[in-house]
T-cell receptor
């Protein structure tokens, strides 16, 4: 079984500052993906960034980067130069590689508010 | 370049009625997933389908819920004899195989 834990229910950050969202996970699989999805008030689910577990290099996507610590099973998201449009719920998500077990496992999410 | 299309966006049903939620995957995607989101929670997996086959339905309630993905047409999530507890947002996602799943905008189901 897979679990994803996001222990911070909400965070707030000043516009233009940097914020880090924490996530830990557990899986018996050796190969898997990790994602951060964003859900703004419009309720859409938007993929922010992805990381393949076999890659040691941390993924980056413009202002978004991750700190992936495979041994510690930790996968945090750093948002630099926060913008008002970053206000949303953020979900840490785990996906094993195996085709027969392709369901996403979501954390409970963290509500991020960016203050002007 | 249409994404995952779900309809309707909002669906209102009275207790005891049937709800049918539709999902058309992205072009070229043959894998469809259904998730349910209760208020202030993450999405919970329900069912994973490929064309005409249910691959994993471990997240589906045993009764009243069913899903299909026919050879032609959209995937359908069907809830019979709806109850208040079925009120939720239902998301469909698709993928071409392994890797990120692309989500539709969801269907918000309200039970009166």
């Amino acid at each position: 079984a897979q679990t994803v834990t996001q222990s911070q229910p909400e965070m707030s950050v000043q516009e233009a500052e940097t914020v880090t969202l924490s996530c830990t996970y557990d899986t018996s699989e050796n190969n898997y993906y990790l994602f951060w999805y964003k859900q703004p008030p419009s309720r859409q689910m938007i993929l922010v960034i992805r990381q393949e577990a076999y890659k040691q290099q941390n993924a980056t996507e413009n202002r978004f980067s991750v700190n992936f610590q495979k041994a510690a099973k930790s996968f945090s998201l750093k948002i630099s130069d926060s913008q008002l449009g970053d206000t949303a719920m953020y979900f840490c998500v785990l996906l094993p590689f195996t085709g027969a077990n392709s369901k996403l496992t979501f954390g409970k999410g963290i509500t991020l508010s960016v203050r002007p | 370049n249409a994404g995952v299309m779900q309809n309707p966006r909002h669906l209102v049903r009275r207790r005891g009625q049937e709800a049918r939620l539709r999902c058309s995957p992205m072009k070229g995607h043959s894998h469809v997933y259904w998730y349910r989101q209760l208020p202030e929670e993450g999405l919970k997996f329900m069912v994973y389908l490929q064309k005409e086959n249910i691959i994993d339905e471990s997240g589906m309630p045993k009764e009243r819920f069913s899903a299909e993905f026919p050879k032609e047409g959209p995937s359908i999530l069907r809830i019979q004899q709806v109850v208040r507890g079925d009120s939720a947002a239902y998301f469909c996602a698709s993928s071409p195989g392994e890797g990120p799943q692309h989500f539709g905008d969801g269907t918000r189901l309200s039970i009166l």
